[in-house]
């Protein structure tokens, strides 16, 4: 049986802004108007409802999360079920951007049926709006396949982490002419298999722009210039909160990791040196009660119900 997804409890911030869901159709639609389409990873309740607030049309459940929250050195380690838990924890923090799953390693490249099975997961029990999967030409039949399901698939060309090993390392793809055609070849298949819109990663801008051009569907740009019809950026990138590299196409927002450092530190500082907790942190106890369980705690365990009966306080009843 599948999970059960409660409904997402609405964001006091997106409730005031009065935003209605973002669907397939609000993409298609900010592509044709010429509307900047935003697009920011999500991976747990507290980074859904902050994106979700700032107003991001999507939010991507990425397969980054094996190196941004669980420590991996890449995205290949992160399983389906994994990716699951994440899932459904951004689905209870969204009100209304568009939720996608991306499918991690192994979980689609084996065959359509398999892809197809894992993708109704990601919808059924992850709570998801869509997924995403990488890949050209290459998985074009498990594109179709679920698709033909009612599941909308979003693509993913250029440089794709999944492939990392095959692709030498992360790299620039698309840089000589022939490498250019066939992301604009495998762009065009995805978009004829039924994607609804294509991430390009790592690619030259001036292809990029070109290919976002010849499509008919939206374009996701991460590393791929101001050309592309949105942009994403990894959650933990924007604020500064992944320090291990920073990639060039990684504008930082702000530097959250150096500002958790310092307020731990001070709170460990307070901690030595006794100020806090403070009266203003504290519970406090009247002189009744407090007078009544000195009475108590100084008598042995033994005598306990006899003490109850002087104080007033009554026995437990047995339920047996």
Known sequence: MSAQIPPAPVDPAAAAAGRAKVTVRTVAAKRKSGDAITMLTAYDYPSAQIGDAAGMDMLLVGDSLAMVVLGHENTLSVTVDEMLHHCRAVKRGAAAAMLVGDMPFMSYQVDAPSALRNAGRFLQEGGMDAVKLEGGRSVVPQVQAIVAAGIPVM?????TPQSIHALGGFRVQGKTAAEAKRL??????????????????????RLAADITRRLTIPTIGIGAGAGTSGQVLVFHDVLGLFERFTPKFVRRYAE????????????????????????????????????????????????????????GVAAPTSTR
């Open 256 to 311: 959250l990791g150096t500002a958790a450092r310092e307020a731990i530190r001070q709170y460990a500082d307070d901690v030595a040196t006794h100020s806090f907790p403070a009266a203003e942190h504290t519970f406090t106890m009247s002189d009744e009660a407090w007078q009544a369980y000195s009475a108590l705690a100084d008598r042995p365990a033994g005598t306990a119900t006899s003490a109850r009966r002087r104080t």
């Open 155 to 159: 693509g993913h060309i250029g440089l």
């Open 184 to 205: 604009l070849d495998d762009a065009l298949a995805l978009q004829d298999a039924g994607c609804y819109s294509i991430v390009l990663e790592s690619v030259p801008d």
